[in-house]
């Protein structure tokens, strides 16, 4: 079955940068739109960033547009999610997701990585 | 941008009824998805496209969406439903994906 697997999370400095990743197995890539989706310790869940299937399409949230960039290699059956800038504010369980059609929604979802912004 | 309000807490009775809301300016004109999340754990899907079930997730697990409210309701709740439930819709307005504030179930 799908499986999605983050990795790449850790505690940062504010201003600097992270890259994660999710490796994903069971499931034909290259034929789904997929997603990053963030939780705040305590908090409830925040859509982050989706790629399109080809990948050419990129959207963001306002939150992080301009600093965080999705990407994702076919070849390595793996997405990305590189964070520049990071800010107090962005420290959260990072979740990849599995996405449908457009607009539609997530299954499955990965067991998340957690980004720690501190000085 | 789009809002999307639960409740913040529903409590219920074993082998009783949970529902909970999720409301939204015209709702019922968009396709509504519905996770539940246990402590510690990934979202899980439990219903999509309003009334939907992935395979797997239980009959007791139904849902609805009209006007300016979608539905998620739990039947015959038991203690392992306790956690906490988002609503979840695409704003084709933005281009954004956007959840609701979410519903921690309580099972008394």
């Known amino acids: 079955q799908a499986q999605l697997v983050e990795s790449g999370g850790g505690v940062v400095q504010p201003g600097r940068s992270l890259r994660l990743s999710c490796a994903v197995s069971g499931f034909t890539f290259s034929t789904y739109e997929m997603h990053w989706v963030r939780q705040a310790p305590g908090k409830g869940l925040e859509w982050v960033a989706a790629a399109s299937s080809e990948g050419y399409n990129k959207y963001y949230a306002d939150s992080v547009k301009g600093r965080f960039t999705i990407s994702r290699d076919t070849s390595k059956n793996t997405l990305y999610l590189q964070m520049n800038s990071l800010r107090a504010e962005d420290t959260a369980v990072y979740y990849c997701a599995r996405g449908t059609l457009r607009g539609g929604w997530f299954d499955p979802w990965g067991q998340g990585t957690l980004v720690t912004v501190s000085s | 941008s789009y809002v999307l309000t639960q409740p913040p807490s529903v409590s219920v009775a074993p082998g009783q009824t949970a529902r909970i809301t999720c409301g939204g300016n015209?709702?019922?004109?968009?396709?509504v998805h519905w996770y539940q999340q246990k402590p510690g754990q990934a979202p899980v899907l439990v219903v999509y496209d309003d009334s939907d079930r992935p395979s797997g997730i239980p009959e007791r697990f139904s849902g609805s969406n009209s006007g300016n409210t979608a539905t998620l309701t739990i039947s015959r709740v038991e203690a392992g439903d306790e956690a906490d439930y988002y609503c979840q819709v695409w704003d084709s307005n933005s281009d954004h994906y956007v959840f609701g504030t979410g519903t921690k179930v309580t099972v008394l």
């Open positions: 015209n709702i019922g004109s968009k396709s």
